[in-house]
């Protein structure tokens, strides 16, 4: 039996390393040179060439080797009766936190505008309200979601959620389905997108979305690219409606060298790195589960196909 790591284009020696530090005894085949599919019983799986997997037919758990998962659920060959499971670990979610807060803070204590009047040879102090007035909205409260709004609201923002299914958030005020999405929005000066991609939430940011922010609102693109309607953005920044915009994910990616976005004066780009996932840490939820599925118990994090996350 072996596990076997389907990346490509990934270097992968520090996940072979980390796995190997904790389980030497561990069987690692790694795409495409896999010498017998009949013995791979666990993938890990970042990005796959739609229909490889279908080709495993021991297959016993397929794992993310991130948080999200539509990538998976896009290959129409995905094996049907394997449990696919995603990674819960504790440096994605400090990762992910340290990027919003900072993209937080820098709207907030209006940094570009300095950095505009440093350019300019400017010296002069802008007005500060308090950290509490500014409002941050967190479309979806998942693990990720729920770490970012704690950390935020330790920093002294005043935080709220929305997500689409009622669910309690411990200390987060929390908004439900499209019944709330307008309250949620009228009420949020930083929007942050922490939303799974499915196909209910594929272009949810939208034109009608941003319309009913604030004026001035700043937005935090840290899901997938194929949540928002990049020209219908780019239309709310253009406009003024929109302060700006923090996007570390986009449609295409890498992002095409003539999108509008690169030289944007008031969208700051970063190439999807919000938070990585840290092999040291994450083998440790990767191995649980490999032992978990070869003994036929309840894996850990699993994923809802039918919900898409
Ligand atoms: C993830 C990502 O899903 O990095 O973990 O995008």
Redesign the pocket.
Known sequence: MSLAIICPGRDMRAWVFALKAREPQLEIEIWPDIANPAAVEFALVWKHPPGVLAGLPKLRCISSL???VDFLLQDPQLPSGVPLVRLVDDE?KQSMAEYVCLGALQHFRQFDQYRQQQANGTWQSRSLQHISTMRVGILGLGELGSHVASRLAALGFSVHGWRRSAASSEGIRCFCGNEELAAFLGMTDILVCLLPLTPVTRDFLDCRVFRQLPVGAFFINVARGELLVEQDLLAAVDSGHLAGALLDVFRQEPLPGEHPFWLHPRIRITP?IA?I?NPESAVLQILENYHRALSGQALLHCVDRQRGY
């Open positions: 991130g948080a999200g994605l999807h938070s996932t």
